[in-house]
């Protein structure tokens, strides 16, 4: 949470606490052998020349075009950081239970407008949550479909289960499309943070126009997924190119 230098991906050392067990990570972020595999057979082929920063990034892009979501290109040449910050990834990450002008300060704290904010919302087209981050909203919240709450509640009781997942876009949780934002626009945003971009305030004109223009949302997501991909990262000198993901050389 340092920007673009994959501080995420560090293991726990006797001189730092990584970012993995943050609150909005912990249990939640996944998929990390997935990054070793690749960087195992980059390494294999092409030693000390590509970061895990620069991996990261390039699975984002590819992950959204395997699931039928835009393209954009890569930016490359980020350096790997040699520490993570555990208050920074719980300070500086949005969490789940935000309302819109929290949402919107801590995005302009990074330099993003409402509408990138919005768009990169939209990547809750995939995904999943766990129960413990949504149950409030379930059964505290009048702003929530039915329907749609009570489906949800089979997979999240009132207590235990806090583990138990499910997906932010309950309709096509694995097509990178715009319906995240049509089923805010009737209620069925599973994160209070989600439902908030659709709730009488400033971005629902926003969600309007996604959730009607596909096109409009696959340009905003690229162009701000570039912008975040340029977040602080290391470069020149700064920073090393790891040889394993999980560690510092």
């Known amino acids: 949470m ?3 230098d994959a501080s995420v991906l560090l293991d726990d050392t006797s001189s730092f606490t990584g970012e993995k067990t943050a609150n909005p990570n912990s249990g939640s972020l996944r998929g990390f052998d997935v990054i070793d595999t690749i960087k195992t057979q980059i390494e294999s082929s092409c030693a000390g020349v590509v970061s895990c920063a620069d991996i990261l990034a390039v699975a984002a892009r590819d992950s959204v075009v395997k699931l039928g979501g835009p393209s954009w290109t890569v930016l490359l040449g980020r350096r790997d950081s040699t520490t993570a910050s555990l208050s920074n990834a719980n300070s500086d990450i949005p969490a789940p239970t935000l309302n819109l002008s929290s949402l919107i300060s801590s995005f302009s704290n990074k330099g993003f407008s409402s509408r990138e904010m919005v768009a990169l919302s939209g990547s809750h087209t995939i995904g999943q949550a766990r129960c413990t981050t949504f149950r409030d909203r ?4 009048t702003d929530i479909n039915a329907s749609f709450a009570t489906s949800v509640k089979s997979n999240c009781p009132q207590s235990g289960s806090d583990n ?3 997906p932010l876009d309950a309709t096509s949780p694995t097509t990178f499309d715009n319906i995240y934002y049509k089923n805010l626009r009737i209620q069925k945003g599973l994160l209070h ?16 126009t996604y959730s009607s223009n596909s096109a409009t949302f696959f ?3 690229a162009n701000a997924m ?3 991909g340029n977040l602080s990262p290391l470069t020149g000198t700064n920073g090393q190119i790891r040889k394993n993901c999980r560690k510092t050389n």
């Open 2 to 4: 340092q920007g673009c």
């Open 138 to 141: 379930l059964y505290n919240e």
């Open 164 to 166: 138990d997942i499910s």
């Open 193 to 208: 943070s989600d439902q908030q971009l659709s709730s009488g305030g400033s971005t629902d004109s926003i969600v309007n």
């Open 219 to 221: 340009t905003d997501f």
């Open 226 to 228: 570039v912008k975040m």
